[in-house]
Nanobody, 114 residues
Framework: QVQLVESGGGLVQAGGSLRLSCAASGIIFSTNTMAWYRQAPGKQRDFVARITSEGGTNYADSVQGRFTISRENAKNTLYLQMNSLKPEDTAVYYC????????WGQGTQVTVSS
C-alpha cells in the first residue's frame, strides 16, 4: 500500500519560512519523480516544484528563487523549503509521486498572513 504523508504546514506571517516534508512508503522512492502541488480555495491544483530521480529540479515561476525542493532517498522523504512566504502562497500543499504509478498525499495546509 502506497502512502505519502505530508507534514510541516501551519500558519506563518508574510516573509516567514516553512519546511514541508513528505514521507513515502510502499514505493521505490529513489526511482520516482517527486513533486509538490498546491490548491488554494476555489482554485485548481497547481504545480509548484518537481525533482527527478536524478535530482534535476524545476519550479513554477511564482515560487522560483523562494522555494527549494529536495529529497533524501535514504529516508524516503521529500522536502519543500519555503522562504519569503507571501499571502498568495496560502493553499493546501500536496505531495505527488510518479513512477510505476501516480500517487498523491492527503495534503497539508499552509496559511500565510499579511
Amino acid at each position: 500500500q502506497v502512502q505519502l504523508v505530508e507534514s510541516g504546514g501551519g500558519l506563518v506571517q508574510a516573509g516567514g519560512s516553512l519546511r514541508l516534508s513528505c514521507a513515502a512508503s510502499g514505493i521505490i522512492f529513489s526511482t520516482n519523480t517527486m513533486a509538490w502541488y498546491r490548491q488554494a480555495p476555489g482554485k485548481q491544483r497547481d504545480f509548484v516544484a518537481r525533482i527527478t530521480s536524478e535530482g534535476g529540479t524545476n519550479y513554477a515561476d511564482s515560487v522560483q528563487g523562494r522555494f527549494t525542493i529536495s529529497r533524501e532517498n535514504a529516508k524516503n522523504t521529500l522536502y519543500l523549503q519555503m522562504n519569503s512566504l507571501k499571502p498568495e502562497d496560502t493553499a493546501v500543499y500536496y505531495c505527488y509521486a510518479y513512477g510505476k504509478g501516480v500517487y498523491w498525499g492527503q495534503g497539508t495546509q499552509v496559511t500565510v498572513s499579511s
